[in-house]
């Protein structure tokens, strides 16, 4: 009697990467079920909950966090043993973190996936861009990118790059005023601007009506114009999929010639399930799904799971400008500075990349004026002049992955499942302090050049909410956790949908490449199963 089974394929998060996966499959005629811990909230529910919060600056303020499946602003949910307090905005719910990010969608270059061959630091990928090229284009137009075809990304000056198979899906969006005056004034001191490539709608597009403006991408696009992970949550479910929220997986088992058979999952009543499936995928973000093979066993005989922590640690600089530039106008994020993407440099220091922030500034403005003790009428001027002129500048460094960055299951805590947080041990490298002074050195001209009076350089080091390396992608099994393929090299069923598997972080956010990589594996198994 031949095997049965709950599904083809059980995929663990409901997040970008993990309902991609889960629509690929479905759409090819697979069975396959969605685990999620959190719930499924609808998007006017969110936007009702951020215009009655009072903690605005708090992007995981509008969401839920149940007792048993915590955001990561909450103070249980993770506990920091290094010196770096690493407290990344990721969510449990229906979608995932691309609830409330920025959307930035850019592509690896070539020589972001050969770091050590190049300059003899870090590692290199398993695979070259060529082979996640087509993948990329998929993901790209499963997002809906608006981008720029003429752009060197690289920063070198050049003409398009990195190589492209087609066009961006869509068209890019209008230079705000604030990027058009930037541009302008620091462009001819050598700074090269870069458009951001974005998961935005320029126009309708997959159900996704037009951007128009509102600025508050974070911590929710209130008309679902910035792409979010739910979009294909409910392709994947119109697709055949099955959605099962409040679905915590726990464990992994294992069977015969070392495959996964089940996993386990736990409900908010205590009431245990399991299912078996011919293949599975760890969809949950860069944090949770070492932890979950470290608790299970499994996937884990080179040690490098929940080693090798990246994120794109970075620094900030806010200053005002000596004319009005207005930011607040569209989108929050738009592009900007590489001139340190790639270069011989790469093997002293990280590389860099200078964003301009696009965010109404009133509440920050707001809350320093009234530190400094303005009321009244004085309040309300200075707040028009000085939300008119402010430049926010956020930074980001390459980091490089070192097995003593770590995350590790909390032996001290345990959420209402009786499950165990988490414990990260995090610092900042000399690889990336190496870049800091030319950072201070790029603040320094942007302020001259700009008229400035800084208001804010001393911010230290930051998070990114990039997660990278924790289950690290290689070509040898005695030194990574999965293959080229995104598979375990120990069970050959089991699939990682994360950007943890990402070897090299480079200076651009991962998600992209997230997607991608979930899309090239989800075809992978597909051609598997037959």
């Not at 103070?75 to 973190?97: A, H």
């Not at 805590?413 to 988490?422: E, K, V």
């Amino acid at each position: 009697m031949s095997q049965q089974y709950d599904a083809d394929v059980l995929v663990i998060g409901s997040g970008a990467l993990g309902s991609n996966a889960a629509t690929t499959l479905a759409r090819m005629g697979k069975s396959v079920i969605i685990l999620e811990a959190g719930v499924k909230i609808p998007r006017w529910k969110i936007v009702e909950n951020f215009r009655n919060s009072p903690k605005k600056g708090n992007y995981n303020s509008p969401y839920p966090n149940e007792p048993w499946a915590h955001h990561s602003y909450d103070e249980q949910y993770i506990e920091n043993s290094g010196s770096f307090d690493f407290r990344p905005g990721m969510l449990k719910l229906v979608g995932g973190t691309t609830w409330h990010w920025a959307s930035a969608c850019w592509r690896y270059l070539p020589n972001d996936m050969k770091l050590n061959s190049l300059y003899g630091v870090g590692r290199d990928w398993p695979i070259e861009y060529s082979d996640l090229e087509p993948y990329y284009q998929k993901a790209e137009e499963a997002l809906g990118v608006c981008g720029s075809d003429s752009d060197d990304q690289s920063g070198q000056g050049g003409s398009h790059f990195p190589p492209r198979s087609k066009p961006y899906p869509m068209e890019p969006e209008g230079e705000t005023y604030l990027f058009q005056r930037l541009k302008r004034r620091l462009g001819p001191a050598g700074f090269r601007f870069i458009h951001e490539p974005n998961g935005r709608a320029t126009r309708p597009y997959d159900g996704r009506p037009a951007c128009s403006g509102n600025n508050n991408c974070m911590p929710v696009c209130p008309i679902g114009a910035m792409y979010s992970g739910d979009k294909h949550a409910q392709h994947a479910e119109d697709a055949g999929a099955r959605l099962l929220t409040d679905a915590t997986a726990w464990k992994l088992e294992t069977g015969l010639h070392g495959k996964i058979v089940a996993v386990h999952v736990r409900s908010s009543k205590g009431i245990d399930t399991r299912l078996t499936a011919k293949y599975f995928i760890v969809a949950a973000h860069g944090l949770e799904t070492p932890k979950l093979l470290l608790l299970s066993d499994v996937a884990n005989s080179s040690d490098q799971v929940g080693r090798n922590l990246m994120d794109h640690t970075g620094m900030g600089l806010q200053f005002l400008a000596d004319e009005p530039l207005w930011p607040g106008r569209g989108a929050v994020q738009q592009g900007g500075i590489f001139n340190y993407r790639d270069g011989e440099f790469r093997k002293d220091h990280a590389a860099i990349k200078h964003t301009t922030s696009n965010q109404v500034p009133n509440r920050a403005v707001t809350e320093r004026l009234i530190a400094q003790g303005l009321t009244g009428k004085a309040l309300d001027e200075q707040i028009r002049h000085q939300a008119a002129r402010w430049v926010d500048i956020s930074t980001v460094f390459e980091m490089l992955p070192h097995a003593t960055n770590t995350v590790r299951p909390s032996a001290t805590r345990r959420d209402a499942l009786g499950i165990p947080m988490l414990t990260v041990h995090y610092e900042v490298d000399d690889y990336v302090k190496a870049g800091k002074s030319v950072v201070e050195a790029d603040y320094r001209r942007f302020v001259s050049l700009m008229g400035g009076e800084v208001v804010n350089d001393n911010t230290g080091w930051q998070n990114r909410d990039h997660l990278m390396g924790t289950v690290i992608m290689g070509s040898n099994p005695r030194d990574s956790v999965v293959n080229h393929e995104c598979r375990s090299w120990d069970h050959s069923n089991l699939f990682l949908a994360t950007t943890g598997v990402i070897p090299a972080s480079g200076v651009i956010n991962p998600t992209l490449t997230g997607v991608a990589l979930s899309i090239r594996l989800a075809e992978i198994i597909a051609r598997e199963i037959g």
